[in-house]
Structure formats: C-alpha cells, structure tokens
C-alpha cells in the first residue's frame, strides 16, 4: 500500500469511497468490561444502584452509541444496522467483580460493522461507571477490542485467546 487511504489527492482527509465494493452481510463481536467492587456488584444484581437499572440502562446506551458512530468516529461511513445485542456476563473471582459486555452488530451493506460493536461495548461501558460512580468512583474499564467480524472483502477475522 503505497498511500493513505483516508487521504486525498492534497494531504486531507477524506471518507473512503465505498461506491464500487459488494453488498454483503456483515456481523461484528467486540467486547468491553468493567472491574467493580463488591458493594457494586451487589447493587447492580439487586438492582439498588440509585439512578436505576444498570443494566438496562447500558444496554439503551450502548444500542443508541451504535446508532451514532458515524457522528462521533470522522471517517466511519453511517450504516442501516439490522441489529444489535449486547449481553452481559460476569466474572468472579474472590473480591474482584468483572461484568464483560459483549456486542453483536449487524448490517447489510458494503462496509463493515466493527466500529459500531466498539463504540456500544465502550459507551455500554462507559454507562456503567457514570450509573456506579456515587458508590465507588475506582472502578476499572477493561480492554475493549474485536472478538470477531465476518463478511466483506477481508473475509472473517477471528481473536485467537
């Protein structure tokens, strides 16, 4: 690759023209986590937390962020999902509390849906501390990446581990 994709023929940027490239179906995993306390993990379970259902709340943010990822991401093309699903799973271990949200993203179109599954498991993420910080502001927003994409030119990626 001799140039920049997202660079026009003056050293700007510019949108990638996706005009010629093939509608496929394509489906995006990302995955994001949050590290709570245990008083936190007990609230969101019992569903105490004072601003409400946490849960439900990520969820409504998370969808809403996937929606909007071609207003917030400079180059991301807007595109007509046909679905998102965000589950949620968590994972004790003695005093650490580890709620691991996970992000489908589905559309129909010619370019992919990697960036909308990011931007929800993050803002889902993101949610979750703005809900949990008047019990504990040091909770810990974990690594955020792609689990797997399918459909489009690149074919499917899957993470290894």
């Not at 007509?80 to 699903?85: A, F, I, Q, R």
Request: net charge neutral; proline share 2%; with cysteine.
């Amino acid at each position: 690759m001799d140039e920049f994709s997202h660079i026009n023929e003056q050293g700007r940027a510019k949108m990638v023209d996706i005009t010629d490239k093939k509608v496929t179906s394509r489906i995006a995993i990302a995955r994001s986590s949050i590290f709570v306390n245990q008083e936190i993990y007990t609230k969101i379970v019992d569903q105490t937390i004072g601003k409400g259902d946490v849960l439900s709340v990520g969820q409504v943010a998370g969808i809403m962020a996937a929606k909007q990822t071609s207003t917030i991401i400079p180059m991301c093309h807007p595109l007509p999902l046909s679905g998102v699903n965000i589950q949620f799973d968590w994972q004790n271990k003695e005093d650490n509390y580890q709620l691991v949200i996970t992000v489908e993203a589905k559309t129909k179109g010619s370019t992919g849906v990697e960036m909308e599954a990011l931007t929800a498991a993050s803002i889902t993420a993101l949610t979750i501390y703005d809900m949990c910080k008047a019990v504990d502001k040091g909770m810990v927003i974990g690594q955020t990446y792609l689990v797997e994409k399918t459909g489009g030119k690149s074919g499917t990626y899957r993470r290894e581990g």
